[in-house]
Structures are given as C-alpha cells and as structure tokens.
C-alpha cells in the first residue's frame, strides 16, 4: 500500500511561488494516476491537477491553468506542483492522491476516484 507525504507549503505573499511535492512510499509512483486536491475551510475539496500513468498527460483546473504545473520525478518517486503567481484564493490545505484504476477522461477530477492520500500541507497566500 502506497503511502503519500506532501511537503512545501508554507505562508507567502500574492504573487510569489511555492513548489509542493508528494513523496511516496511502498509504491512506485509511475504505476499511479496522480492528483493534487484542495481544501478550503468550509469548502468541498477540489480539484486542482492530475498526470495519467500511462500517457503522462496532465491535465489542470481552470483556476490553475497558467500558472500551475504538475511533474513527476521518477527518480525521485515523487509528484511536484509548482504553483506561481500565488492569489489569496489559492490558500487551502493541498493534498496529493493516487490511484492505481484505469484513467476515466470523465471522472479524474472526482476525489472518490483516488484510494490513496497524503496529509495534506498548508498553503496560505496574504494579500
């Protein structure tokens, strides 16, 4: 079973950059769907990212398109989110998942799709 720790977040101002990785254990990631979620005090979790693990294909919420970018570093076993041009919007507890199912073009951006996950870490972006 894969275990999930997700590290670099931290307090930063608008406009500034923060990467967040995801480091794994008991499993090698490539043989994974990866997501990267957030979560908002009194909000729904939501999606932000994901890579597929067979075509490496990444897709992005809107609110990320453009200033988010998700990678993989297999020889590292680690999935990393650089996020730039930080808004007080994207404060959130971020969390990545895995899931080791078939890909669904129609459901990736789900949580229920992903079994595994990490603890999450902090985001907070002052204006």
């Known amino acids: 079973q894969v275990q999930l720790v997700e590290s670099g977040g931290g307090l930063v101002q608008a406009g500034d950059s923060l990467r967040l990785s995801c480091a794994a254990s008991?499993?090698?990631?490539?043989?994974?769907?990866m997501g990267w979620f957030r979560q908002a005090p009194g909000k729904e979790r939501e999606f932000v990212a994901a890579?597929?693990?067979?075509?490496?294909?990444?897709y992005y919420a809107d609110s990320a398109k453009g200033r988010f970018t998700m990678s993989r570093d297999n020889a590292k076993n680690t999935v990393n989110l650089q996020m730039n041009s930080l808004k007080p919007e994207d404060t959130a507890v971020y969390y990545c998942?895995?899931?080791?199912?078939?890909?669904?073009?129609?459901?990736?951006?789900?949580?229920?799709?992903?079994?595994?996950w990490g603890q999450g870490t902090q985001v907070t972006v002052s204006s």
């Open positions: 998942a895995a899931d080791r199912s078939q890909f669904n073009i129609y459901t990736y951006m789900n949580p229920r799709e992903y079994e595994y």
């Open positions: 008991g499993g090698t990631l490539s043989g994974y769907n």
């Open positions: 890579i597929r693990r067979s075509a490496g294909l990444i």
